[in-house]
């Protein structure tokens, strides 16, 4: 009875696009019936925020800048020929070069043709190319994938265990927008020892994506790299994967990087429908305001019932997360903004923390994504007429059951399969319902003040550690409260650092004592 009760609210809050095959259903997300009506000012003035952003308006006032991914997919929407050129130029290079490694006429220094690609980039420049290497690539595609995504040492070592004496045949694409951010510099430094250890020369195997003249240009125009691809100044990180950022390495994987923006150019039609019903990104971004009554007091879980959309959630924490947290509106008052995200897939979460979600504390609502086409392969029944995913859907639907009953709440959005298409449609729902939500709530989406605090601080931490480095010497050794007090530095920085110095360096020496106060650090004569 209690699914049938339901059916008149499902069909008044489930949209459908026929021609995108697409569906979002927000039927299970308790607002009242007056919630549109109420929001009706903020929505009308959020539509008229996209209009102007994606005409050319300065959308992120903290930097004067424009902001124009949504252009990416559809240059004629381009504010300017200028612009409309570089777009489609750059897309047309990008096909070519993929087309030219492919048919071995760009080939690796010893050999014929490049078989992988090696990816160093982090943040918006990594995540997006993952995610898509993840949810569209196959066993069949020309060159396959790695990432150095850190400035782990131990992962860089990992990365390159796993390509082993493939690296004669490994194309590296480097991707910084400034060609300063310190974890890809560090990981294009290791990647170029390791080609130069392999007595290959780096830069006949490696290609730039960065902005016109930074660092990384001009480093790898003066090293004779094969290429050079070109970051916008008015497209952030974390809405870069239309660009050359994810354009690169997904036609180098062979992916349909045309049907992609296709897929998103689709999306960002219908979304642009002023009817706030008829509009799934602003639908979303409805739930999200109502869900954690404008402030984010509720965590969005995405539960993707498919393997290939496993990475989605990390890619929507960084796209939901560093847009919306934010400390201040636009007005400058201190709000402390944002939706934590978190997810894995179904049906694995259900025997993970679903158990909570379920029957714990009610601090999140869900989002179901569902996709209807099993598999490409044969259909194969593990019971007789049932198959494994029958099996899957059956959980989706009975975990969403199951969390309504116990009052939690969830949307669900269908798609008929995960392929470029509608992969590039799922991530322009996401970017727009983002701008949407910002503006519902007055917020500058389009900045990261945050993380630019996090940089200045690990500068200071490494210039400490040159300074402590300086102070030790052979000898009865000093504690970190002697060497911060001469250094006139806190002691709980000086401490960390001397013990990262004692474990990466065998010189350095530990004396034992009675409590962290007493060790004593020397350097070994």
Known sequence: MASTS??????????????LDFSIDISRMRFADDFFEKMRPQVEKAFAAMRELEA????????????GHYWLRD????????????IDETNTRIKQFA?????????????????????????????????????????????????????????????????????????TVVISKSGGTKETRNGMLEAAARYEQAGLNFGKH???????????DKYAEKNGWLTRFPMHDWVGGRTSIMSAVGLVPAALEGFDIDNFLAGAAAMDAKTRATNAAQNAAMLLALMWHYAGNGRGQKDMVILPYKDRLMLFSKYLQQLVMESLGKEKDLDGNVVHQGIAVYGNKGSTDQHAYVQQLRDGILNFFATFIEVRKDRASERFEVEEGVSSGDYLQGFLRGTRAALYESGRESITIAIPAVNAFQVGALIALYERAVGFYASLVNI??????????GKKAATRVLQLQKRVEETLSAGAGKSAEEIAQALEADPEDVFHILRHLAANDPAILVSSGDGIAAQKFSRAR
Do not use: C
């Open 444 to 453: 500058n989406a389009y900045h990261q003040p945050g993380v630019e605090a």
């Open 206 to 216: 490696a290609v730039a994506v960065t902005g016109v003249g930074s660092e990384l």
């Open 75 to 86: 240059a004629k929407l381009a504010p300017n020929a200028d612009l409309r050129r570089d």
């Open 56 to 67: 050319g308006a300065i959308a992120n006032p903290d930097e004067q800048r424009m902001v």
């Open 99 to 171: 087309a030219d490694v492919h048919g071995g006429k760009i080939a690796p220094q010893n050999g014929t043709h490049f078989k992988h690609v090696l990816l160093v980039g982090i943040g918006g420049s990594a995540l997006g190319p993952q995610f898509i290497a993840d949810a569209l690539g196959n066993a069949t595609d020309p060159l396959d994938i790695y990432f150095l995504d850190n400035t782990d040492p131990d992962g860089f070592d990992r990365v390159f265990n796993r390509i082993g004496d493939h690296l004669a045949h490994t194309l």
């Open 6 to 19: 339901l059916w008149p609210r499902f069909q008044k809050y489930f949209l459908r696009y026929d021609d």
